[in-house]
Nanobody, 119 residues
Framework: QAQLVESGGGLVQAGGSLRLSCATSGIPASHHFMAWFRQTSGKEREFLAHTTWDGFSIYYADSVKGRFTISADSAKKTIYLQMNSLKPEDTAVYYC????????????WGQGTQVTVSS
């Protein structure tokens, strides 16, 4: 059974940085996309970025391109999201997710970690 556990959220001032981690188990280190999403109250969950475990296929949403960096450590089975130049509008609950190649939906989800950016 797949498990994803996010950590690293917290309170940071605008312009600051945070690194989120997502420790996984039960997800093969091949043929899977791993992604980060975020959600604020009353809004739909927003896709931020995905990567393959080998890092060969990485994609970013325009809203975070150039500020956020996704990476994967297949040996540690952990996904990271380095977030720089944070803005108050980045305040949200951040989720890690995974899906097998070809799937239209992300099947595995973590519980989320809160990120709050103060102005």
């Amino acid at each position: 059974q797949a498990q994803l556990v996010e950590s690293g959220g917290g309170l940071v001032q605008a312009g600051g940085s945070l690194r989120l981690s997502c420790a996984t188990s039960g997800i093969p280190a091949s043929h899977h996309f791993m992604a980060w999403f975020r959600q604020t109250s009353g809004k739909e969950r927003e896709f931020l970025a995905h990567t393959t475990w080998d890092g060969f296929s990485i994609y970013y949403a325009d809203s975070v391109k150039g500020r956020f960096t996704i990476s994967a450590d297949s040996a540690k089975k952990t996904i990271y999201l380095q977030m720089n130049s944070l803005k108050p509008e980045d305040t949200a609950v951040y989720y890690c997710a995974g899906k097998i190649f070809g799937s239209t939906q992300y099947n595995y989800w973590g519980q989320g970690t809160q990120v709050t950016v103060s102005s």
